[in-house]
């Protein structure tokens, strides 16, 4: 099929070249000049595993193309509308800003026949106010909304755990969505996983809108309760991770999302449950979703606890101390810095007057743009005389540091673990005073 992808950040750059590799013709567009010039020599604007090697492959073969111009859709049939719905620099609402710039911009290149597919984060009531605009070009509007997990993108846009559409409930359809031609046209798009029997759940625009901040707002909900456990298991005496392994076993709660730490960021999950709560108070409901400010709170306090636990460490002062930070992305296998409570705090740590060096294997470019005034290395560099070491994104290299060796590299043997993901046995042994988050 001919696709266009209107926005080429996260999300649009990794859906254009998976839906080339699943065998559609796809122009990519996006405002970024910088952006469109790397992607159109199939390099990748960020860091993202296997994107590299599908952008090569569909922009040799010619089935991806990227361009700055919006006209350059005009021949697609399905245009994916994945821009960004950032949070409002005065309020916590979504920004929708660059959804309703999208939209006009493409409003003048549609056809009757063609579907606008909305892959982006909306407040629930967004699409019923687009379709207003697009229907009568004589084109439709789908609502798609897309779960994939930085640094897994690849996969899960390629093989979905689901698929949601969210479609105009028509008379002519008799009332069955199914029916409608948008379902045929998103079902010709995601054909192979169709033919996997992805689940597929099609309903109306506001359900589909709502699934998505819903499904947000859940697995935030399960990491700050796992949090809140580790601040009573801090006072208490017991350890978080077991007790996580311990409710984990029981299959109606599950252990994934369920670790403790320093909490959570991205341009997601932060900014997602706010404009939940926003939008939900818009609706005269704030009162259903106000417990997600306090998920919000105790994520927050969990920075502030990593801080503290430094400081204390360190004697009650971390001025002209050296603190080697471990991790700036919000998650490992990214170079995502949005919201990342890793950069938070290396932040917070130099503002306290503490000699921080930071160092991640893929962040530091973006960290350096947000932060000039960090200091940033390679691990070693950090290390090197560290009066304690700080791990705040759990990649896999930290992980694997070895206490023994580092033992002789740094100052002071104090590992503050702001991941809960060492090995606490085999750093004590080897010295170190081990600090966890609602470790024992
Ligand atoms: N990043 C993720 O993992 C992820 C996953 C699921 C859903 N989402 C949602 O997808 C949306 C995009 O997120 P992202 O992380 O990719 O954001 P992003 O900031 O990385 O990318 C957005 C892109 O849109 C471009 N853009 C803005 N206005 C434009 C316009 N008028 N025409 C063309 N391009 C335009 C920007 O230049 C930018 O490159 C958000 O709503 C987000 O909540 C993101
Ligand atoms: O047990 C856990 C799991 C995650 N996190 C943190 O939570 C944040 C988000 O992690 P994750 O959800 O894996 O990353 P994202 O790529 O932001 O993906 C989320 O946000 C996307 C954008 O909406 C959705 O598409 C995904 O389904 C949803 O998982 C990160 O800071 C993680 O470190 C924890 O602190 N503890």
Not at 88 to 96: E, F, M, N, R, V
């Amino acid at each position: 099929m001919k696709i266009s992808v209107i926005g080429c950040g996260y999300l649009g750059a990794v859906h254009a070249a998976s839906m080339a590799q699943l065998g559609h013709d796809v122009i990519g567009v996006d405002v970024d000049k910088a952006k469109i010039e790397a992607l159109a020599q199939g390099k990748a604007p960020f860091f993202e595993p296997g994107l590299p090697e599908l952008l090569i492959e569909g922009v040799e073969s010619g089935s991806l193309r990227f361009s700055t111009d919006i006209a350059d859709a005009r021949d697609a049939v399905i245009h994916f509308i994945a821009v960004g719905t950032p949070q409002q620099k005065s309020g916590t609402g979504a920004d929708l800003t660059y959804v309703n710039g999208a939209v006009d911009a493409l409003l003048p290149h549609l056809k009757a026949g063609d579907l606008v597919v909305g892959k982006s984060t909306v407040p629930v009531g967004t699409a019923e106010r687009l379709a207003a605009i697009i229907e009568p070009t004589g084109a439709q509007l789908a609502w798609n909304p897309e779960f994939l997990r930085e640094g897994f993108a690849v996969k899960d846009t390629i093989a979905p755990d689901r698929l949601v559409y969210g479609v105009r409930q028509t008379s002519e359809s008799s009332g069955n969505p199914d029916e409608s031609s948008a379902v045929a046209l998103l079902n010709e798009v995601y054909a192979q996983a169709i033919a996997n029997e992805t689940p597929l759940v099609v309903t109306d625009f506001a359900t589909a809108e709502l699934v998505k901040v819903a499904a947000n707002a859940f697995l935030a909900t399960k990491i700050s309760f796992i949090n809140a456990m580790a601040e009573i298991a801090e006072v208490a005496g017991a350890d978080v991770t077991e007790l996580a392994d311990a409710i984990g076993y029981d299959a109606r709660i599950g252990r994934k999302f369920l670790n403790a730490g320093v909490g959570f960021g991205g341009g997601c999950l932060p900014k997602d449950i706010r404009a939940f709560t926003a939008r939900a108070e818009e609706l005269g409901r704030g009162e259903s979703v106000a417990f997600l400010k306090e998920v919000d709170a105790i994520n927050l306090r969990r920075r502030d606890r990593v801080v503290e636990l430094v400081v204390d460490a360190l004697g009650g002062s971390a001025y002209r101390k050296k603190v080697a930070v471990l991790g700036l992305a919000f998650k490992p296998d990214s170079d995502d810095i949005r919201d990342s409570p890793a950069l938070d705090v290396a932040v917070r740590l130099h503002g306290l007057g503490a000699h921080v060096v930071a160092t991640d294997p893929e962040a530091i470019a973006n960290s350096r743009i947000r932060h000039p005034q960090l200091t940033f290395g390679s691990t070693a560099d950090a290390l090197e005389g560290a009066d304690i070491v700080v791990v705040l994104t759990e990649w896999k290299e930290y992980r694997a540091l070895k206490p023994v060796e580092q033992a002789s590299v740094v100052q002071g043997q104090i590992v503050v673990d702001g991941r809960n993901c060492l090995d606490v046995a085999a750093w004590r042994s080897a010295g170190w005073r081990y600090i966890g988050l609602g470790r024992r």
